[in-house]
């Protein structure tokens, strides 16, 4: 597995408009757009810092995982997400390192990316997302 680089970090928040404005107007970070990914029950902001950027998740449904992550830890930083070539690779390559995987088999993410989730178990509880794209 080739890490490409810090691809976002994913801030968990209960509304991304009361959100929005410290990170567009107090850090000077323009959104590049939001967008909902249903399958995952969240509504998702990007603000682009250089080569990466931060990704705000408010939660579409009180049953997501953001909800959950919310109620149980507060707002704040939910996951790491590392840009990798190969996808199937990754996931094959944390198992074989003895990784507990969320995800055995890629699923879609925000902004067209293929995703999966080491679980924070295996990865001294950081939530760690692997990500491809195209």
């Given at each position: 597995?080739?890490?490409?680089?810090?691809?976002?970090?994913?801030?968990?928040?209960?509304?991304?408009?009361?959100?929005?404005?410290?990170?567009?107007?107090?850090?000077?970070?323009?959104?590049?757009?939001?967008?909902?990914?249903?399958?995952q029950?969240?509504?998702?902001?990007?603000?682009?810092?250089?080569?990466?950027?931060?990704?705000?998740?408010?939660?579409?449904?009180?049953?997501?995982?953001?909800?959950?992550?919310?109620?149980?830890?507060?707002?704040?930083?939910?996951?790491?997400?590392?840009?990798?070539?190969?996808?199937?690779?990754?996931?094959a390559y944390?198992?074989?390192?003895?990784?507990?995987?969320?995800?055995?088999?890629?699923?879609?993410?925000?902004?067209?990316?293929?995703?999966?989730?080491?679980?924070?178990?295996?990865?001294?509880?950081?939530?760690?997302?692997?990500?491809?794209?195209?």
């Open positions: 597995m080739k890490i490409l680089k810090l691809d976002h970090i994913g801030i968990a928040v209960k509304d991304l408009d009361e959100a929005l404005p410290f990170w567009r107007d107090v850090m000077g970070l323009e959104p590049a757009g939001t967008e909902i990914v249903e399958e029950k969240v509504k998702v902001a990007f603000l682009p810092v250089g080569d990466t950027e931060i990704e705000l998740l408010e939660s579409t449904d009180d049953s997501g995982p953001i909800a959950r992550f919310i109620e149980k830890n507060g707002e704040g930083v939910q996951h790491l997400a590392f840009r990798v070539d190969d996808i199937e690779e990754g996931i944390m198992k074989a390192q003895g990784m507990r995987m969320i995800d055995e088999k890629p699923r879609y993410g925000a902004g067209g990316a293929k995703i999966a989730f080491v679980h924070p178990k295996s990865s001294k509880g950081v939530l760690v997302e692997i990500s491809e794209r195209k």
